[in-house]
């Protein structure tokens, strides 16, 4: 069974910092593509950041550049994003996913596989 736990969410004042940790099983982490996507109530969901199946390249969408950063653990079979700086902006509920091998385009929301349930974060003061 394919399963994604995402976890680390939480809330926090503007300008703070957490980290998000996915937990993978069920599939072969270590040679699949992962990303964070985001969803704000009452919004569709928005490519956050991705990461190739070694860790060797990384893609941020323009708003979180330089704040947040992805990583990936192959050996604990586990995806990470650490996220500074945060503003009220970035409260959503945060999703990990695979992207799909046969998909080109990073941030095509449609061209993952696997989803996890999420973790909230909410960034207010």
């Known amino acids: 069974e394919v399963q994604l736990v995402e976890s680390g969410g939480g809330m926090v004042q503007p300008g703070g910092s957490l980290r998000l940790s996915c937990a993978a099983s069920?599939?072969?982490?270590?040679?699949?593509?992962m990303v964070w996507v985001r969803q704000a109530p009452g919004q569709g969901p928005e490519w956050v950041s991705g990461?190739?199946?070694?860790?060797?390249?990384?893609y941020y969408t323009n708003s979180v550049k330089g704040r947040f950063t992805i990583s990936r653990d192959n050996a604990k079979n586990t995806l990470y994003l650490q996220m500074n700086s945060l503003n009220p902006g970035d409260t959503a509920l945060y999703y990990c996913?695979?992207?799909?091998?046969?998909?080109?385009?990073?941030?095509?929301?449609?061209?993952?596989?696997?989803w996890g349930q999420g973790t909230q974060v909410t960034v207010s003061s």
């Open positions: 990461i190739d199946h070694d860790g060797g390249r990384t």
């Open positions: 069920g599939f072969i982490f270590s040679t699949s593509d």
């Open positions: 996913a695979r992207r799909r091998s046969d998909r080109t385009v990073w941030s095509d929301t449609e061209g993952y596989d696997y």
